[in-house]
């Protein structure tokens, strides 16, 4: 295709003559149906919805009629007679429907010149590669009697992305697993207690709601919702709430927990306690599960939420925890990244040491079940054009640079920051567990909708169910079975 022109530039009335002809070939994207949806609002299932498509008339998805209309739009707009022309009137008829891949001409033709207003009649045809037309029909526009030439503008780059679509697919997987029985911890006000009885109604949870009942019925009130059947089991305060929530899990009455509206230290001082806890001889740690609209899969971090500053034998674990994670979602060898500030060891940045030893454990099978590579920057670790421009594609282990699933992150401060940035400026939706312990525990924040907590438990009840809640120190790649959840 030739590069359109630097600038646009009109044919004035007078210019004109019967009979001139202008026209422009654009290929219709799947995209460009979502931007013509999203922009008129139109989301007839016959142009969206695959299943539908597939059932009505025209067996498959088609483009809205108006598409093919707008550019015939475009034509008269920059081309003939170009900027400055006013649309008076347009009739269509649609022959035949345009599907994702035809290449759609769309022409239009002076018919006719009136002196009056300088008011053009012009016949209108889209037509696919073939030659056959699709649509026809009439404009009348008022031509522009004065010569206009402008920079052409150019168009703003647009990324596409259904927000939720994601978690609801893994909802949707959980929902075949019976429910597991959750001890949703301390939730004591509308957003979190809603959440919780949101996720029981989508079938992955049974809750048991541990907390002051007082409170957690007040709750129940502002958040108009029903605790008819709901089981509740009477706290004084947060940390009494979370210590008997522990204790739940420790005796196998729940198999998850859940935090409510409290502080995440207020949890995890209970869980973390040796004797008393929900400790075994794995490292408890949090990963995240991101949405980013600009990536092309699921994204993992860890950890930014439990370890403030891991030892080498602690990143070995909280790797492994995240690469089973991934391995019960559906992932069949996950792609580890040990991020650091470059991408060659130096003795000087001890993150690099870190990341040199965790891959060399993961050849010698201390860790398992995943591919690990680092050190890494961010940027190598997800970008494919960075990794190439700096020669990370190539060469033995190079599978994890500009594909990573898991980003591992130094310590908690770098690992809390890259998350909060994902999610403020990267526009990235966040579930997580802590893993590790005897049971998971769905750490939410306070300002989560009730869709993302619904989320979280959708991992956990995924984890519990195909995963288990305990796994062994390096555990065997044959234990995990693969569900497609994430695929």
């Given at each position: 295709?030739?590069e359109?022109?630097?600038?646009?530039?009109n044919?004035?009335f007078?210019?004109?003559r019967?009979?001139?002809?202008?026209?422009l070939?654009?290929?219709?994207?799947?995209?460009?149906?979502?931007?013509?949806?999203?922009a008129?609002?139109?989301?007839?299932?016959?142009h969206?919805?695959r299943?539908?498509?597939?059932?009505?008339?025209f067996?498959?998805?088609?483009?809205?009629?108006?598409w093919?209309?707008s550019?015939?739009?475009?034509v008269?707009?920059?081309?003939?007679p170009?900027?400055?022309t006013?649309y008076?009137?347009?009739?269509?008829r649609?022959?035949?429907?345009?599907?994702?891949?035809?290449a759609?001409?769309?022409?239009?033709?002076v018919?006719?010149?009136?002196e009056d207003?300088?008011?053009?009649v012009?016949?209108?045809?889209c037509?696919d590669?073939?030659?056959?037309?699709?649509?026809?029909?009439q404009?009348?526009?008022?031509?522009?009697?004065?010569?206009?030439?402008?920079?052409?503008?150019l168009?703003?780059?647009i990324?596409?992305?259904?927000?939720?679509?994601?978690?609801?697919?893994?909802v949707?997987?959980?929902?075949a697993?019976p429910?597991?029985?959750?001890?949703v911890?301390?939730?004591?006000?509308?957003l979190?207690?809603?959440?919780?009885?949101a996720?029981?109604?989508?079938?992955?949870?049974v809750?048991?709601?541990?907390?002051?009942?007082?409170?957690?019925?007040?709750?129940?009130?502002?958040?108009?919702?029903?605790?008819?059947?709901?089981?509740i089991v009477d706290?004084?305060?947060?940390?009494?709430a979370?210590?008997?929530?522990v204790?739940?899990?420790?005796?196998?009455?729940?198999?998850?927990?859940?935090k409510?509206?409290?502080?995440?230290?207020?949890?995890?001082s209970p869980?973390?306690?040796?004797?008393?806890?929900l400790r075994?001889e794995?490292?408890?740690?949090?990963?995240?599960?991101?949405?980013?609209?600009?990536?092309r899969?699921?994204?993992?971090?860890?950890?930014?939420?439990v370890?403030i500053a891991p030892?080498?034998?602690?990143?070995?674990?909280?790797?492994?925890?995240?690469?089973?994670?991934?391995r019960t979602?559906?992932?069949?060898e996950?792609r580890a990244?040990?991020?650091?500030?470059?991408?060659?060891?130096?003795?000087?940045?001890?993150?690099?040491?870190?990341?040199?030893?965790?891959?060399?454990?993961?050849?010698?099978?201390?860790?398992?079940?995943?591919?690990?590579?680092?050190?890494?920057?961010?940027?190598?670790?997800v970008s494919r054009?960075?990794?190439?421009?700096?020669g990370?594609?190539?060469?033995?282990?190079?599978?994890?640079?500009?594909?990573?699933d898991?980003?591992?992150?130094?310590?908690?401060?770098?690992?809390?920051?890259?998350?909060?940035?994902?999610?403020?400026l990267?526009?990235?939706?966040?579930a997580?567990?802590?893993l590790?312990?005897?049971?998971?525990?769905?750490l939410?924040?306070?300002?989560?909708?009730?869709?993302m907590?619904?989320?979280?438990?959708?991992?956990?009840?995924?984890?519990?169910?195909?995963?288990?809640?305990?796994?062994?120190?390096?555990s065997?790649c044959?234990g995990?079975?693969?569900?497609?959840a994430?695929?």
């Amino acid at each position: 295709m030739a590069e359109a022109p630097a600038f646009f530039e009109n044919r004035t009335f007078a210019e004109i003559r019967v009979g001139d002809t202008a026209s422009l070939t654009r290929t219709l994207r799947a995209q460009d149906i979502r931007l013509f949806a999203a922009a008129s609002g139109d989301v007839n299932p016959a142009h969206l919805d695959r299943d539908y498509a597939a059932t009505d008339r025209f067996h498959g998805v088609i483009a809205h009629g108006f598409w093919g209309g707008s550019l015939i739009s475009a034509v008269l707009g920059t081309e003939l007679p170009g900027p400055g022309t006013v649309y008076v009137a347009q009739s269509l008829r649609f022959l035949s429907p345009v599907r994702i891949g035809d290449a759609i001409t769309a022409r239009v033709t002076v018919r006719e010149k009136h002196e009056d207003r300088a008011r053009l009649v012009l016949d209108c045809a889209c037509l696919d590669a073939t030659g056959e037309l699709v649509i026809t029909g009439q404009a009348e526009v008022l031509a522009p009697t004065e010569k206009i030439r402008r920079p052409r503008v150019l168009l703003p780059e647009i990324y596409l992305h259904e927000r939720g679509a994601v978690w609801r697919k893994l909802v949707e997987a959980a929902r075949a697993l019976p429910p597991i029985r959750t001890a949703v911890v301390h939730p004591c006000n509308a957003l979190s207690l809603a959440g919780a009885l949101a996720a029981a109604r989508a079938g992955l949870i049974v809750p048991v709601l541990v907390g002051p009942q007082a409170k957690i019925v007040a709750a129940a009130r502002a958040a108009g919702e029903s605790l008819d059947g709901v089981a509740i089991v009477d706290a004084p305060h947060s940390h009494a709430a979370a210590e008997q929530a522990v204790a739940l899990a420790r005796a196998g009455a729940v198999a998850a927990l859940m935090k409510g509206a409290l502080h995440t230290d207020e949890i995890l001082s209970p869980a973390l306690v040796k004797a008393t806890g929900l400790r075994t001889e794995r490292r408890m740690s949090h990963v995240y599960a991101f949405d980013v609209p600009h990536y092309r899969k699921h994204l993992f971090l860890t950890d930014a939420a439990v370890n403030i500053a891991p030892t080498l034998e602690e990143k070995r674990e909280i790797v492994q925890n995240a690469i089973d994670l991934c391995r019960t979602l559906g992932i069949a060898e996950p792609r580890a990244a040990i991020l650091s500030a470059v991408e060659t060891v130096a003795t000087k940045l001890g993150s690099t040491l870190d990341a040199a030893a965790l891959c060399k454990m993961a050849e010698r099978g201390q860790i398992t079940c995943g591919c690990v590579d680092g050190p890494l920057a961010f940027d190598t670790a997800v970008s494919r054009e960075a990794a190439r421009a700096k020669g990370l594609d190539k060469g033995l282990g190079r599978a994890v640079a500009g594909d990573a699933d898991i980003l591992v992150t130094p310590d908690l401060v770098s690992g809390n920051m890259l998350a909060k940035q994902l999610i403020h400026l990267a526009g990235a939706e966040a579930a997580g567990l802590i893993l590790g312990g005897r049971v998971p525990i769905v750490l939410t924040s306070r300002a989560d909708s009730a869709e993302m907590r619904a989320a979280s438990c959708a991992l956990a009840q995924l984890f519990v169910h195909r995963g288990g809640s305990v796994a062994p120190a390096a555990s065997p790649c044959a234990g995990a079975q693969q569900t497609g959840a994430l695929a």
